[in-house]
């Protein structure tokens, strides 16, 4: 019995493809192999980045992401990218895919305009239900995130909790469920039997 058993049925019968990863470095792999040739475009990810995915990627694809180039070109590059990578904010074991945005170039890319979107999503991001999802973006993801980004916002002192700011800092502007699978892509979820980004 994986820990995955329930989402994977449930992301299934929502209509995605979802496969499962005893590892990242096995995600990474499979993504390695299966993406040669193409445009890729990256939203903000913590899970991508300590994948080492942009670098994999890079070697033999065209490969958009901010992190790594001038941010406001990757960005809008990475919108019409063959294939978009994300991770996700939280996960319902129901099969709701939950994701926080500042910019909302991540959760814009999740929901049109390439052939294929790809979610990798460790263990740690699950969680029982959508409630539970959307408190877990609004009280654990983001907080984590401003405090990291050293954002002038009253979650980033102790990460400890959402305080609804409304600082010019906040980086909580788009919260976007997917309730399933955009109908203009093909959509694919990694589920990663490890604890991955925040
Ligand atoms: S809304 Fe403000 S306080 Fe709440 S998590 Fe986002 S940045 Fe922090």
């Known amino acids: 019995m994986s820990v995955f058993?329930?989402?994977?049925?449930?992301?299934k019968e929502r209509g995605y493809t979802v496969k499962t990863f005893a590892t990242g470095a096995e995600a990474a792999a499979y993504l390695d192999r299966e993406l040669d040739g193409v445009s890729i475009g990256i939203g903000g990810s913590a899970t991508v980045r300590d994948?080492?995915?942009y670098e994999l990627?890079?070697?033999h694809n065209t490969v958009y992401w901010h992190w790594q180039q001038d941010a406001n070109t990757a960005r809008a590059q990475a919108m019409t990218a063959d294939v978009y990578l994300s991770s996700a904010n939280a996960l319902a074991e129901t099969g709701e895919i939950v994701n926080m945005d500042g910019?909302?170039?991540?959760?814009?890319?999740?929901?049109?305009?390439?052939?294929?979107?790809?979610?990798?999503i460790g263990r740690n991001k699950l969680v029982p239900s959508y409630e539970e999802a959307v408190w877990r973006v609004?009280?654990?993801?983001s907080p984590k995130r401003a405090q990291q980004m050293n954002a002038k916002t009253p979650c980033a002192a102790k990460a400890d909790r959402c305080y609804d700011c409304?600082?010019?800092?906040?980086?909580?502007?788009?919260?976007?469920t997917l309730l399933g699978p955009s109908m203009a892509m093909e959509n694919e979820v990694l589920l990663i039997d490890e604890d991955l980004g925040l």
Do not use: M, Q, W, Y
């Open 5 to 11: 058993d329930k989402v994977e049925k449930s992301l």
């Open 51 to 53: 994948l080492g995915l």
């Open 57 to 59: 990627l890079e070697k």
């Open 103 to 120: 910019n909302c170039n991540r959760v814009a890319g999740t929901l049109f305009g390439h052939k294929k979107v790809c979610f990798l």
């Open 138 to 141: 609004r009280n654990v993801a």
């Open 166 to 176: 409304k600082s010019p800092g906040r980086i909580c502007r788009g919260l976007v």
